[in-house]
């Protein structure tokens, strides 16, 4: 399988190259050339699987042959193996036909170890085998900053620069990034928003004389490899709830619409999806989009959700370009007006064609904390702001459900324990890991919102 650009601009790449490369060189994000599709007998054989299987199952015809069998089945098992429940996912019926399943298992307590913890280990595997060095740089909201450093800790081939917004992070998501003390992780606190961030690694990438000498990988859920091990928890959910002879809906927690857009391609890989429901917050760009139409930027406002306070969703640009049958040529249209005038509408035919699938709902700080409260009090189990809010729009949109829905919890409660304090008066007790986390040394940067002061340091740390 190749990887081409959504810009169709760009050579393709095979898939080992696809791993380390960032935005492909005319600006776009790399995707398969086609997609492996299975068949209705083909996801019922799959019931049986293991977590580890599945993902082998579903993921082998993405990486093809540049990783051998045996090795990428022990690359998931390890992988996986750094969770602490013994499901991996597990699902949990909270009313009737509305189901969540549990991506919180991970090492950092969030849905992102599971495609982080994976590609750590595929950029390790592949970089010991051709002994070559690389710089990761990385922007993130929250969570992806720690699943980052916690899937490349142990690699002697890599050094990490991760950004992240001071002061808009919890402390526990910033001390579980800044308490990695080994030497090839930096990070970086920048006085700006996450969008300011991820704007600043988008230009490192795009400027050939920034480390010249230096290989650049990006590990945002740009990384097509992301989105691949996310497709899996999607048939995982699914097969447990009948698929391929019932039809599942889903509602995701979004902000860079990375976890969302591998539900898109579950469903196009042969997965039974009926909705999938994009769950905002007041940052509700994607929502304005699928409710009228109208993808455009506004300022970004601090939420109880900080890993959704996004307002340009990277990935979007992936459903934009299957949505305009994968013609390059008109998401380049489509992009550099959103670039000069931060707006963006698509033609009917494609709004329409977007609307068969996604539903949208937006759910702001005060309706969060009632879902947390709520959900609490009918069923003991406490949501997360993020998760909560996909529980809410799942509930909002189909209230008598007549099928499955899940909502996929995308981060421990523990580790927003302001919000919980908030919804239900009560401070849940830290989990042991957490208590040494809160009084281990920290060690980070702080750096103003300015491109060149950032990347002085990474020249001068690297
Ligand atoms: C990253 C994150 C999200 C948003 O996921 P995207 O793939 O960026 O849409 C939602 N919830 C939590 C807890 C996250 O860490």
């Known amino acids: ?3 081409v650009s959504t810009r169709g601009n760009a050579p393709a790449l095979p898939f080992e190259e696809v791993l380390t490369a ?7 994000l790399y995707v398969p050339d086609s997609l492996p599709h299975f068949s209705a007998k083909e996801i019922s054989a799959m019931a049986k699987l293991s977590y580890g299987e599945l993902a082998y199952t579903i993921m082998a015809p993405f990486v093809g042959d540049a990783i051998p069998e045996k090795d ?15 499901a991996i996912a597990p699902l949990k019926l909270f009313e009737k036909n509305q189901f969540v399943l549990e991506l919180f298992h991970g090492p950092t307590l969030a849905f992102k170890d ?19 060095k690389i710089v990761i740089l990385g922007a993130t909201s929250g969570d992806t900053g720690s699943a980052a450093i916690s899937g490349c800790v142990d690699s002697k081939f890599i050094q990490l620069f991760m950004l992240f917004p001071d002061g808009r992070v919890t402390d526990i998501q910033r001390r579980q990034m800044t308490t ?12 700006g928003t996450f969008d300011d961030c991820q704007n600043h690694v988008k230009a490192m990438f795009n400027d050939a004389t920034f480390l010249p000498n230096h290989k650049k990988v990006a590990v ?10 996310q497709i899996v928890y999607y048939f995982w959910a699914g097969l447990h709830l009948g698929a391929p002879h019932r039809a599942i809906s889903f509602s995701v927690p979004t902000g860079n619409f990375g976890d969302i857009y591998a539900g898109w391609i579950a469903k196009a890989m042969g997965l039974p999806i009926e909705k999938l429901i994009v769950a905002t917050n007041r940052n509700d760009i994607l929502d304005r989009f699928f409710k009228a139409n109208d993808y455009s930027q506004k300022g970004v406002e601090p939420s109880l959700s900080p890993s959704m306070d996004i307002q340009i969703s990277s990935n979007f640009e992936r459903l934009l370009f299957d949505l305009h049958k994968r013609d390059g040529k008109k998401i380049v249209t489509l992009m550099e007006s959103f670039k000069t005038t931060g707006a963006l509408k698509v033609e009917d035919s494609v709004y329409k064609q977007a609307k068969e699938t996604f539903l949208s709902h937006k759910v702001d700080d005060d309706a969060t904390l009632e879902t947390m409260r709520n959900t609490f009090e009918k069923t003991g189990e406490l949501l997360d702001p993020h998760s909560a809010i996909g529980y809410r729009a799942a509930t909002k949109l189909f209230a008598n459900a007549d099928h499955p829905i899940v909502t996929l919890a995308t981060a421990s409660p523990a580790k927003f324990r302001d919000a919980a304090v908030k919804a239900i008066g009560i401070e849940a007790p830290l989990p042991l890991h957490l208590k040494e986390l809160m009084a281990g040394k920290e060690r980070f940067t702080q750096k103003p919102n300015d491109l060149q002061e950032i990347q002085k340091y990474i020249v001068g740390a690297v």
């Open 114 to 132: 599971f495609a982080l913890q994976l590609l750590g280990r595929m950029l390790d595997y592949n970089l010991s085998k051709r002994n070559q």
């Open 22 to 28: 960032g935005l492909a060189p005319d600006g776009g």
């Open 1 to 3: 399988m190749k990887y």
């Open 180 to 191: 990695v003390l080994a030497p090839h992780i930096h990070n970086i606190a920048v006085a």
């Open 72 to 86: 990428f089945r022990e690359l998931i098992a390890k992988a996986y193996g750094s969770f602490r429940h013994s």
């Open 220 to 229: 945002n859920s740009i990384n097509w490899a992301r989105i691949m091990a």
